[in-house]
């Protein structure tokens, strides 16, 4: 099998994330080809063209510092907590085969470090203090709850995108998934940042309509600090995925702080150029939206970064626009 995606940051995030083992082939697995799903959004228009399905997969080989879904980075479940809806109830502390919950003189606690995820404290959680991200799912489970949208699908010029998280590292199942949709005439894409071998990737090209591919930066030392990797791999894997001739839509995550400068933009799009299957990049501006989540998880707080203004994304979409011929704010 192919190796594994090994870019880590240093710092106090570096022990929180999961190294990416290889998954195993589907043929030596007995039972259906599963992976860990955290949401599937219906009615979706931002994910590619016209409405579709976006399954977003646990797990990811990328650390990014702003993550605004880091309830995606961990490939497996985890339960997320929410103090302000807590009552006090104590089911949580009874159901625990682990011991993770305490509640003590009216103060609920949590021990992450002993929690299984087995799901046991959400499912006698009715006030929504604990949620359990993500559930394993089989393809055929995901392909049933894709089709029930067919008919806005072809409607609208729609169909499904797999996103994470990374939704390559779950290539068995993607692979198995994407070929279901496209034999059902389905259009099939993947939102990715293609930071693993591209031997991963490849097999994946005869059944993906679609690629929306994420380039964070241009520069490899700022890649490095704020990615976690020199972004190399991932440049490597979209220069062949344009020589197969998979239809292209690369975004750029603009963080103020990180990558809002011109001379990062430029250069990002100075490399779109030389693609032959670009059809639009698309810049797309900061949310702090991950504050929560990361509390929900137990994660420190993340405030280095800021949503860039109006006038500065665009002046970059401007300097964007020297280079290529469409590209969207």
């Known amino acids: 099998m192919p190796g594994t995606a090994t870019g880590r940051p ?3 995030d570096a022990a929180i ?3 990416c083992d290889p998954l195993p082939d589907p043929r030596s697995v007995p039972g259906p080809v599963t992976a860990t799903v955290l949401n599937l959004q219906r009615f979706s228009t931002h994910d590619g063209p016209g409405i579709r399905t976006t399954v977003f997969l646990k797990g990811c080989t990328n650390t990014c510092a702003w993550c605004h879904n880091p309830e995606s980075l961990r490939r497996d479940p985890e339960v997320q907590t929410f103090p302000e809806r807590c009552i006090g109830c104590g089911r949580c502390v009874e159901v625990c085969p682990e011991g993770a919950h305490s509640l003590v003189d009216g103060e609920k606690g949590f021990d992450r470090s002993r929690c299984r995820a087995c799901g ?4 006698e959680c009715f006030s929504g203090g604990l949620t359990l991200a993500g559930r394993a799912m089989s393809v ?9 949208d067919e008919v806005y699908y072809r409607r ?3 169909g499904v995108t797999f996103s994470g998280g990374e939704p390559v590292l779950h290539r068995p199942f993607l692979g198995e998934a994407l070929r279901r949709c496209r034999d059902l005439g389905i259009h099939t894409a993947i939102q990715t940042a293609g930071n693993y071998p591209w031997e991963w990737l490849e097999e994946l090209v005869p059944v993906l309509d679609l690629a929306l591919y ?10 490095r600090t704020w990615v976690g990797n020199d972004g190399r791999r991932s440049r490597a894997n979209l220069q062949r995925l344009d020589e197969w001739g998979v239809p292209l839509i690369v975004r750029t995550p603009v963080i103020g702080s990180v990558n809002d400068r011109e001379a990062e933009i430029e250069a990002i799009a100075r490399y ?20 929560s989540k990361r509390r929900s998880l137990g994660l420190p707080p993340e405030d280095r970064f ?7 994304l665009t002046r970059l979409v401007e300097i964007a626009r020297r280079h290529l011929p469409e590209v969207r704010p």
């Open 156 to 158: 609208s010029g729609g």
């Open 120 to 123: 046991r404290c959400v499912e």
């Open 306 to 312: 800021t949503t860039p203004d109006q006038q500065t």
């Open 17 to 19: 994330f999961q190294e």
């Open 10 to 12: 240093a710092g106090p």
């Open 140 to 148: 055929e489970e995901v392909v049933a709850e894709i089709r029930q």
């Open 272 to 291: 779109l150029a030389g693609l032959g299957h670009l059809s639009r990049y698309e810049l797309i501006p900061y949310h702090p939206l991950g504050g």
């Open 214 to 223: 994420d380039l964070k930066a241009a520069d490899p030392e700022l890649h």
